[in-house]
């Protein structure tokens, strides 16, 4: 891993600012005080520069300039604080030795890029790391993008993505951890130390939280659009994440693009000061979203450019991606007097104590000597293989029909993702190389030597597309086929399959579906896949569907007659070769789902943690409901199977009462029931009963990822405290440790059965 060439790691000195270590340890003050040193020394200019962060980029974005402007003489003159996509280790100290040899006091440029989930060699996507439910996995993908990003000469990640997602139409789901705030804080608490690295192993990296916050909760799923959050939601289920990713040690925030409560999230005073400083007591610095600072007057908030930087100013704002709006703007709030110095100073000491604790001052360029990138990039290859075995989720195997026998004669391949190696790697892989990645027909064919391995599209997904980020997002789509040419497609698809032993159906989403402006109305499989599926099936051939998408999509009919279904999400670089593995058992499926699955869009929003229906009636049975289909998802929150069997018994409380202080222990015995070593992850889940506020019918509290041999037993405890208990009450407008009682369920998913309850009192 990348050698820290500085005596405290950002990881720790985050920790310690944030107040994370509570007063133990004393605040290090060497370099702040060289933060303030410089100020002293930086005209006023200089100090506007660092909050600057242009687009250097020769990417075609919508309405963004994608020939990169001459910036050397605004690094000469001190006017860049960073750039944004730069990726090129030449051309990062290109404009690094301007900076440091011919700037006026010789500031390292920060480089920073959307390091989401993986830089050269691609890991699944964050949604499918959150499927794996094992945060060391999520931990380790984030180490190597670090490492290979920090080779090239980028040492700051737009990424982990935090956004507690509950509308599977929003595209961005794809960089989360799915609709859980306990599980999503336990994948922030691992990608950020992933990234930045532990005491005990610091990297010269520096992470961001993004979006604050909220973002994911845009109405209709629609991107950029409005969220309305009440304060017990943020509290409860959208700060969680935030909340362990500060803790965790997370260098900078970054603002988010939408209204919350019809304030602009990146003007709005109340959720970047009251909250994120003061009540999360973040001291790292906050880079708005793409223009955000700038599209405060598009959205009607601010008068101006002017007034849009001092909005953006007063909210703690500290660098302007994109929008020059501080650059052309704050020098003129300054000689009004709207922005003191102090201010300004106050908005750049972050920003300088970053580029410290990064050891950029010492050592600002890329080093490409420490080792080959050849041999960097294949050791990383069988660990985003081991990635994407751990993320996938077996969801139907009706009939015991995976793992498929190596001995199979005639395998066909079909569907439009069965041989596409860019859309394996899946959104925000802007650094990979397609030709680098394993297709599915590649791997199972590398797998299978033996075997007949053909491969048919049958149908193209091209009119879904949403062209304008075509080549940015996803690889460049082909022309869309004529009706002849369609119709000769998949007449040759079913003819390979007809004569094929297993047909292997590789269908889904372009990876360019799910990403950013990529929302959709419709779950269903797009474009004719459903029809080829059904088609396919009608041969009476036994038929895998493997889906990658990341989104839920609408699998009612598959469900129903599809006896193998297993989600793959969009695996990355080693995609084919993990999918080939799980296919034949070399590897067994053991990921849970992190967002509840739905029948079809109508019951959207739907997520397990709910509270509890109102009854008018004596009827047991009543609950809210449709008239045309279940209220019931079509898969549960936590729901995956394997290809062994389990069972977890013997729940054991080793408390009944409990002290509102105090704390209790949950045991259940694990036994691996099938014939084959596999993984299984235990689920804790808890109700309040009663107290100030209705809580949800259940909540995930505590979760472990666990290997057995065949027959083998093991003990798992989880332990009930306070933390576990507390939550903002909407009534009590704070925080609450209430007496009540409480039911344990623990189990394999969010319908656990296996039960006990115990009590807390005053």
Not at 746 to 755: E, I, K, Q, R
Request: negative net charge; proline residues 6%; aromatic residues 8%.
């Amino acid at each position: 891993m990348i050698k820290l060439r500085v005596g405290l790691s950002f990881s720790v000195i985050g920790l310690l600012l944030s107040g994370a270590a509570q007063g133990q340890v004393p605040t290090p003050s060497n370099d702040t005080d060289r933060a303030n040193a410089l100020l002293k020394q930086m005209t006023t200019e200089e100090k506007i520069g660092q909050l600057n962060q242009p687009f250097y980029l020769k990417l075609p974005i919508p309405g963004v300039k994608t020939d990169p402007v001459p910036y050397e003489d605004h690094v000469r003159r001190g006017e860049v604080g960073s750039f944004l996509f730069v990726t090129d280790p030449k051309e990062i100290n290109r404009l690094q030795k301007i900076a440091m040899t011919e700037q006026r006091l010789h500031i390292p440029i920060l480089f920073g890029f959307d390091v989401i989930h993986g830089f050269d060699t691609e890991f699944p996507v964050p949604l499918a790391l959150a499927a794996s439910w094992d945060p060391a996995t999520a931990e380790q993908a984030q180490a190597i993008a670090a490492e290979e990003a920090a080779h090239a000469g980028v040492r700051w990640s737009f990424a982990p993505m935090l956004d507690i997602a509950r509308d599977p139409r929003w595209g961005r789901i794809s960089e989360g951890a799915g609709e859980d705030p306990y599980l999503g804080a336990a994948m922030a608490r691992a990608q950020v130390r992933g990234f930045q690295g532990t005491p005990e192993n610091p990297h010269s990296f520096v992470a961001t939280l993004k979006h604050f916050a909220g973002y994911g909760a845009a109405e209709g799923g629609r991107d950029y659009d409005a969220v309305y959050i009440p304060e017990e939601q943020m509290q409860n289920v959208y700060l969680p994440p935030f909340r362990a990713g500060v803790e965790a040690g997370a260098g900078s925030v970054m603002s988010a693009y939408m209204d919350l409560n019809d304030v602009p999230a990146s003007g709005n005073v109340h959720l970047l000061q009251d909250i994120l400083r003061k009540e999360l007591d973040f001291k790292g610095f906050v880079v708005s979203d793409a223009f955000a600072v700038g599209s405060l007057v598009t959205q009607g908030f601010a008068q101006n450019g002017e007034d849009a930087a001092l909005r953006g100013a007063t909210a703690g704002v500290n660098m302007d991606m994109g929008s020059a709006t501080y650059l052309e703007h704050m020098k003129a709030l300054l000689d009004k007097g709207q922005i003191t110095a102090a201010q300004l100073d106050d908005l750049v000491r972050p920003i300088l104590v970053a580029k410290y604790h990064l050891g950029l001052f010492d050592h600002p360029y890329a080093d490409a000597t420490d080792q080959t990138h050849a041999d960097m990039l294949a050791k990383h290859r069988q660990v985003a293989r081991t990635a994407a075995a751990r993320s996938a989720v077996l969801l139907r195997n009706e009939g015991n029909l995976l793992p498929l026998a190596k001995t199979t004669k005639r395998i066909a391949v079909i569907g439009p993702l069965g041989n596409s190696k860019g859309d394996m790697n899946g959104p925000w892989s802007l650094t990979a190389k397609a030709e680098d990645t394993v297709s599915v027909f590649e791997g199972i064919r590398a797998k299978l030597p033996d075997s007949h391995v053909e491969f048919a599209e049958g149908v193209q997904i091209a009119k879904e597309f949403p062209s304008s980020f075509e080549g940015f997002i996803g690889p460049k789509i082909e022309k869309p086929w004529s009706p002849e040419e369609a119709d000769r497609q998949m007449k040759s698809a079913l003819k390979l399959a007809g004569n094929s032993d297993v047909v292997i159906m590789s269908l889904g989403e372009l990876s360019g579906m799910d990403f950013e402006y990529a929302s959709r109305s419709s779950l269903r499989l797009p474009g004719k896949q459903q029809e080829l599926l059904e088609k396919i099936q009608s041969l009476g051939k036994p038929v895998v569907l493997l889906l990658f998408t990341t989104r839920p999509l609408d699998l009612s009919w598959a469900s129903e007659h599809i006896p193998a279904i297993m989600d793959c999400y969009f695996g990355g670089t080693e995609a084919g070769n993990a999918v080939a593995d799980l296919l034949v058992g070399d590897a067994v499926p053991g990921g849970k789902l992190p967002v509840t699955w739905p029948r079809n869009v109508g019951q959207v929003p739907i997520y397990y943690a709910h509270t509890t229906s109102h009854k008018p009636y004596d009827s047991v049975d009543f609950t809210s409901r449709y008239w045309d289909l279940p209220t019931s998802p079509l898969y549960p929150f936590g729901y995956g199977l394997s290809y062994s069997t389990f069972s977890i018994s013997d729940l054991h409380l080793n408390a009944k009462t409990s002290p509102l202080s105090g704390s209790i222990t949950a045991t259940v015995t694990v036994t691996n029931t099938g014939t084959r070593a596999a993984d299984e992850v235990v689920q804790l889940y808890l109700h309040q009963r009663f107290g100030s506020a209705s809580r949800p019918v259940r909540e995930l509290k505590g979760f472990r990822r666990i290997t057995l041999q065949p027959g083998q037993k093991q003990e798992v405890s989880f332990t009930v405290g306070r933390e576990e208990r507390n939550y903002w009450s909407a009534a009590k407008n704070d925080w609450v440790t209430e007496p009540s009682d409480f039911d344990v369920w623990v189990g394999n998913s969010s319908t656990a059965t296996l039960h006990d309850s115990f009590s807390v009192v005053q």
